[in-house]
């Protein structure tokens, strides 16, 4: 028995991999020099959009400490994404992009220039694919390898769920729009400390209203991921707007603080780096939903391995980004929203790479305000009315842009 939980602990908290730790971040007045203090594997560089950001994947690196930044760079955060990389992000003051990237002849520095582009051309680079950096060959630390295999029979995968119904026109050229009723079944998500309501039945009833509300309209098609108290696993969510070819997919909650004053709605779009410690809190805490006794119970599935986000494939998230931001305005008359309002974060109910995404934080439940707007029919209606709104117009935009 001593010897099993030897082999357990080795698989559950393997040894790190590391070979240097990013020692310091040196911000000039243009240029920016990473320094470690043991070889690295390779480096990694890609740009982000909305707010503008300039990310570093270290491999065989142990992150550092995030600092202020200078000059072009607001800030430096980093980050461990996995054992075997570190992440340095560098918030922008402007838009820029790299240039004349090197590694230094002993391999245990990296540097590179910034140079300030046009808005338009900081754009361009961040739908383009990563660059590669190497350090030289005698001076790069080797690839850490494997020290043990496990393996697990996991039986054969669940066959995938019925689709759901399709409301509205019977037309297919129609757009269809997805909607998402976070939580559901054993899961009832947050549950507000004045009235004891419940996320899971808060989300359902303004994913219904929603959906009453685009069907109304006549211009789009709709489907609910669940229509009743049920549970779906996050992967199931965002793979049944992919199976259905959805144009838009968008995945209602009711979010919760410890700080009752806390209170308005945010939109989320997916960013491999969240836009705040507040962000990145909420995406996990969410992300958790499918463990269950600490089972993943989305570990399984079929679909798993063809849904990972290719990172390269930046249009989706830019028009996902676009309709964040046309939700807000047009919902802004009705419901109240937070200051920074559009924010990032890496939801995995986002993560379908084809398919335009946004979770919708309808308000604080933990809120008293917020909770009674979202609980009446009046608020629900106004939240509708919102997002009905958005999403013509965004459509709207999408067929004037073809046209031209």
């Known amino acids: 028995m001593g010897l099993l939980f030897v082999l357990l602990a080795m698989v559950f908290h393997p040894a790190t991999a590391f070979a240097g730790t990013i020692r310091a971040v040196e911000i000039g007045n243009d240029e920016v020099t990473l320094r470690f203090d043991d070889l690295v594997v390779g480096a990694s560089t890609f740009i982000l959009a909305g707010p503008d950001r300039i990310a570093l994947d270290i491999s065989g690196a142990e992150a550092g400490a995030a600092r ?3 000059g072009l760079v607001r800030a430096v955060r980093q980050g461990q994404p996995n054992a075997d990389t570190a992440r340095v992000v560098l918030d922008l003051v402007q838009p820029v992009i790299l240039s ?3 590694f230094a002849a002993d391999g245990r520095s990296l540097s590179f220039r910034l140079r300030p582009v046009s808005a338009s051309e900081f754009e361009r680079a961040a739908r383009g694919p990563r660059a590669e950096l190497q350090p030289p060959a005698q001076f790069r630390a080797k690839p850490p390898g494997k020290r043990y ?3 697990v029979p996991i039986g054969k995968p669940k066959p995938a769920l019925p689709l759901p119904a399709i409301q509205g026109p019977n037309n297919p050229r129609l757009p269809l729009v997805v909607i998402d009723a976070g939580h559901g079944g054993h899961d009832p998500g947050a549950i507000s400390p004045h009235s004891g309501k419940r996320e ?4 359902l009833a303004l994913a219904r209203a929603i959906r009453d509300d685009l069907v109304a309209s006549g211009r789009v098609r709709v489907a609910l991921t669940r229509s009743d108290d049920r549970f779906l696993v996050l992967e199931e969510r965002f793979g049944i707007a992919r199976r259905m070819k959805a144009d838009l997919f968008i995945s209602i909650h009711a979010d919760a603080a410890e700080n009752e004053q806390a209170n308005g709605a945010s939109v989320y779009t997916l960013s491999e780096v969240a836009s705040d410690r507040e962000a990145a809190r909420l995406a996990a805490r969410e992300n958790k939903a499918n463990i269950i006794n600490g089972v993943d119970l989305g570990a399984h599935s079929s679909e798993v391995s063809s849904i990972l986000l290719d990172l390269t494939q930046r249009e989706t998230m830019n028009v996902a980004s676009d309709f964040a931001r ?3 305005r047009e919902a802004a008359s009705a419901v109240k929203f937070r200051t920074s309002a559009h924010r990032f974060a890496s939801f995995v109910v986002l993560k379908a790479p084809d398919t335009p995404s946004i979770l919708f934080e309808t308000g604080f439940i933990s809120n008293k305000d917020d909770a009674e707007f979202l609980a009446s029919a009046a608020g629900q209606k106004k939240v509708a009315r919102g997002v009905r709104d958005a999403v013509q117009i965004h459509f709207a ?8």
């Open 149 to 151: 295999s496990v393996t």
């Open 397 to 404: 935009r999408q067929i004037a842009a073809v046209a031209r």
């Open 326 to 328: 046309l939700l807000q």
């Open 68 to 70: 202020e930044g200078s």
């Open 100 to 102: 004349d990237a090197r």
């Open 200 to 203: 899971k039945d808060i989300t």
